[in-house]
Structure formats: structure tokens, C-alpha cells
């Protein structure tokens, strides 16, 4: 889950002399302020004001109550402005510390356009007037504001300059709260998610476990390496993850354990890939990518789809390359764990379509899924000889439009006949649920949805073992085997890998091709027995 921490600026107020101020006005001031009686001090204020607009011990009492009232939004978020406002007119030399109080102000009224219009009266000369902690709040506030406003550029732009400035110090762990999202936009180039890199490695606080910036740095790390592997770089991307693991895996968990097992696994694949000596795999499997570029669906939808109309969607090629990259990380990975299990893969494209599905309500989501027979016009018989001569199949579907505020699955691992009735050819099949957003928690584009799917019928072929398989197991941790140590999904697929597959038989097992029969049938027939 997200550790989300909601933090406020810190109010600072200009400092005041006392024989610039009447003696009177001062006391009661003092007295109001430290009662945290803000509304009387708010009308004193206005009647200091009134007598003289330009004393300044009155704007300044104007504001300091006016900011602590800004909670209460309202009228006081504006008077806090205007206060700001009139007292750096008639003080400019407090003129960063008076539009710092403002936008804390603002902050509270979502006045998120005159926030960022400040900055330039605020950054970075406010930071001596105000401390290291609060001007690491401060750049926060105006990065989220930024957010707020759908400038994702320049709110990673000032967070740049502001961690920059405090790298390094304590107080640059301020800068970070709520703003990992930044990190997965798809448009950060390769050049700017390398200086972040820099950067993050000496602001990492090893030491403190709940550093908020860690949610940026591991997005950042995560789709920096994915970069590199794209271009081939192994090196390079085991290095970049290597900042955080092994050894900040406590940090990353603290944050998302979504986000931890996806850079876990990428780890324990490059550490894999890029080992100097490496023995001969003891065992190669095979999975075809079928990629079906287009669903168009024939019959009615659904009655709770029907208000949506139409639900096609066509596969994007991001969709089919990000899936290829998470297939990388599952192999390599995969072969590590199962010391020896190597799979190859082959891609094959079709002009086929997705015509049906099935549909099921699960009160959360619906699932829609298709079948062999979904597959118009039909593979061909040369696609069905590939396949045959595999283990392996995944489907790469464009899955089905998501409405605002539904969530379709579209994915799943399952076993389909490639061959007839009564000449079968049963293989591993893996149904793609790419059109979703790989930030929103769902498997897509994680390399964990490979073993997700996989995992499903690997429980038929070891439904004799002795770990629980019904449901999803992984969620309910009070379930898992005493011997199982982890927390996450990827560690209770990896301790049942170590602790009984792998003892039970190695994984002998794990094969499809020349076989005429799935484990499903297997599960059943041995059942009722």
C-alpha cells in the first residue's frame, strides 16, 4: 500500500523589532498570540490598521492570524494573501518569508495558480529566513501544486532545484512527500531519469527507513533500468538497481510491496544476467507470443456493460513490448530460482481478432476473458505447429476499453487444446491484461504477472503439495505454511518455488510440449481416485 503522510509548511513570520512597535498594541498581541486566541488577534490588527495603513506591526499581526486561521478556510486563506502582500510592500526585506506564509495559505484554499506564481518572489531566497526544514516543505507544497495543476515537467523541475540545493542534509528528505507518481510518466527521457539517478544515490538516508523520498527514487530506479535493457545495457541496469538492492529492500517494502517485489525480481533477473559464469540451463522451455491486434466483439454486451456501448480496443505496441520486457525479467529470474529452468521465446504476429468473451461479476471487477474459439478468423495452421512445438502460450489481446470507474480483468492463466477433441495438444496459456496503467497496482506490465498466471496452473501440477492454493493465496498471509518467512506475493511464490517444488522434484514437471494432457485434467482424474 501507499505510505502517504500529509505534512503543512510551517508558518514562518518575519521577525519584528520591539522599538518599532507601540508597547500597548505589542502586549496584547503577545497575550492573543500565545492564548491561540487568532480571532481577537485578527481584530486587534484591523483596528491597529485602521488607525495608521501603514504600520507594519499591524500587517504583521494581520497575517500571523490570518495564517493561523487559514485552516478554517473560508475568508482567511485571502486575508492571509492580502496580509502577505501589504507586509512585503511595507518591509521588503521580509519579502520571501511573508509569501512563504502566503502560500501555506493558499495551500489550504487549492489556490494552486497563485501558488506557483510566487516562486520566484519565495526560491530560493526564503531558505535562509526560514530553515532547511521548512524550505524542503516548501519546495514539497510547490511541487504537489504543480502536480495539482497537471504540470508534471515543472513540479519535477523545482523538485530538482530544491533537493539539489539541500542535498545530502536531513532536511532533503522534506522535499519528498507524495510526489513518487512524478516518476512513472513514460515521457521522462533516458537523459533526465539519469541525472535523478545521480541525485537520488546522495539522498538515500540509509539509515532511516520511512525516508519519503524513497517512492520517487524507486520509480525512478525501476524504469531507468528498464531503459538500459531495452538498449541492451545489462550492466548498466544492475548497477542503477543495485543502488537499492539488496540492501534497502526494508525501504522499498515500507512504501509499496507492489512496487518491492517488481524491483526484487528485476535484481535477482540482471544479478542473473549478468553473472560472468554461467552453466548450461538443465532444461529449455518455449513460449509463444500470439499477438491479436484487434477486439471486436459480436454479440451483445453484457446488461451491466451496456451503458458504456462499446468496449473494443485495439493493442498498442507499447502494450506488446512492455509485456516483452516483464517477460525478460521473469525469465531470467525464473531460471535463477528454478537453478536451471531457461525459457526461449518466439513472437508471432496475426491479423486475427478477439470476437467473444466470457463474463463474470466479482462485485470489485468483472472479468472478460476469451477462448481458442474467441480467435477470428483461426490461427493458421502453421501458427498452430509453432505452438505445438512450444510449452507455452501468450496471448497478447488488446483486452477491452476500462470505463471511468470500472475495472475489467482482461488476464489470466489458464490451459488451452491447441489440438482437436480427440488428438490434444494442451499447452500453457497466458491471457494479457495490458491496457492497464502499470502505477495503478494491477499486474500488467509487471513482471510478477507471468509468475501470477503461471503460478495458477502450477498449482494444478503440485495440487498434492503441501501449500495452500485456493483463491489466491498470497493475500491471506494467516494461510501460508509455517515455514514460509515473507510477505509479499513474490515471496510466497518463491519460498513454495524453494521450499516444495523445487524439494519435491525440482520442477521436473514444468513442461508442456509432447504432452497430450494439462495438469488441470491430471488434477482431476488423480482426484478421484
Not at 423 to 437: A, C, G, M, V
Not at 442 to 452: K, V
Request: with cysteine; hydrophobic share 35%; aromatic share 14%.
Amino acid at each position: 500500500m501507499f505510505l502517504i503522510r500529509f505534512f503543512v509548511l510551517f508558518v514562518f513570520l518575519p521577525f519584528i523589532t520591539l522599538e518599532a512597535v507601540d508597547q500597548t498594541n505589542w502586549k496584547k498581541a503577545d497575550n492573543l498570540l500565545k492564548k491561540q486566541d487568532y480571532q481577537s488577534a485578527f481584530q486587534l490588527s484591523e483596528a491597529i490598521i485602521k488607525s495608521d495603513p501603514k504600520d507594519s506591526f499591524g500587517w504583521w499581526l494581520r497575517l500571523s492570524s490570518s495564517s493561523q486561521l487559514a485552516t478554517k478556510k473560508g475568508k482567511w486563506p485571502e486575508e492571509c494573501f492580502q496580509s502577505a502582500k501589504e507586509h512585503a510592500q511595507l518591509v521588503p526585506e521580509e519579502e520571501s518569508s511573508s509569501f512563504t506564509t502566503a502560500i501555506w495559505c493558499l495551500n489550504h484554499d487549492a489556490r494552486y495558480m497563485e501558488m506557483v506564481s510566487l516562486i520566484p518572489k519565495v526560491l530560493p531566497k526564503s531558505r535562509e529566513k526560514i530553515g532547511n526544514g521548512n524550505y524542503g516543505l516548501l519546495i514539497n507544497t510547490l511541487t504537489i501544486a504543480y502536480i495539482k495543476l497537471n504540470d508534471r515537467k515543472n513540479a519535477r523541475d523545482i523538485l530538482f532545484a530544491g533537493l539539489t540545493q539541500l542535498s545530502g542534509t536531513p532536511e532533503a528528505m522534506n522535499t519528498g512527500y507524495n510526489v513518487g507518481e512524478l516518476f512513472y510518466d513514460t515521457d521522462i527521457s533516458l537523459s533526465e531519469r539519469e541525472r535523478w539517478h545521480e541525485l537520488f544515490q546522495k539522498n538515500l538516508f540509509k539509515e532511516k527507513i520511512s525516508n519519503p523520498l524513497i517512492p520517487s527514487i524507486s520509480w525512478n530506479t525501476s524504469l531507468l533500468a528498464d531503459e538500459y535493457v531495452k538498449q541492451g545495457k545489462y550492466n548498466f541496469a544492475f548497477d542503477t538497481i543495485s543502488m537499492l538492492y539488496p540492501d534497502m529492500d526494508t525501504h522499498v517494502s515500507s512504501y509499496w510491496n507492489f512496487l518491492r517485489d517488481q524491483l526484487l525480481i528485476k535484481y535477482k533477473a540482471l544479478k542473473f544476467r549478468t553473472k560472468k559464469l554461467k552453466e548450461e540451463p538443465r532444461r529449455k522451455l518455449k513460449m509463444v507470443f500470439i499477438v491479436i491486434p484487434r477486439t471486436r466483439l459480436l454479440d451483445p454486451l453484457p446488461s451491466k456493460l451496456k451503458p458504456y456501448q462499446n468496449i473494443d480496443e485495439d493493442v498498442s505496441e507499447k502494450a506488446v513490448s512492455d509485456l516483452l520486457l516483464s517477460f525478460i525479467y521473469f525469465r531470467d529470474s525464473f531460471e535463477e530460482v528454478s537453478n536451471g529452468i531457461h525459457w526461449d521465446y518466439e513472437v508471432i504476429r496475426t491479423d486475427s481478432e478477439i470476437k467473444t468473451t466470457n463474463f463474470s461479476d466479482e462485485s470489485f471487477r468483472y472479468v472478460m476473458q476469451p477462448s481458442i474459439e474467441s480467435i477470428q478468423p483461426p490461427l493458421s495452421e502453421d501458427v498452430l505447429h509453432q505452438i505445438k512445438a512450444s510449452d507455452g502460450v501468450i496471448v497478447v489481446w488488446p483486452g477491452t476499453k476500462q470505463p471511468e470507474g470500472v475495472l475489467i480483468t482482461n488476464g489470466g492463466g489458464t490451459e488451452w487444446n491447441y489440438g482437436t477433441v480427440s488428438d490434444p495438444e494442451i499447452r500453457l496459456t497466458i491471457l494479457s491484461d495490458s491496457n492497464k496503467n502499470i502505477s495503478s497496482g494491477n499486474h500488467a506490465n509487471h513482471p510478477i504477472f507471468i509468475y501470477h498466471e503461471l503460478f495458477h496452473v502450477l498449482e494444478w501440477a503440485y495440487h498434492k503439495s503441501n501449500f495452500p492454493k485456493k483463491d489466491h493465496p498470497y493475500m491471506r498471509k494467516k494461510e501460508w505454511p509455517k515455514d514460509y518467512q515473507g510477505i509479499t506475493e513474490w515471496d510466497f511464490y518463491s519460498e513454495t518455488f524453494q521450499k516444495r517444488m523445487m524439494t519435491e522434484d525440482k520442477m521436473e514437471r514444468l513442461y508442456w510440449f509432447g504432452r497430450k494432457e494439462g495438469f488441470y485434467g491430471i488434477k482431476v482424474k488423480e482426484e478421484k481416485k
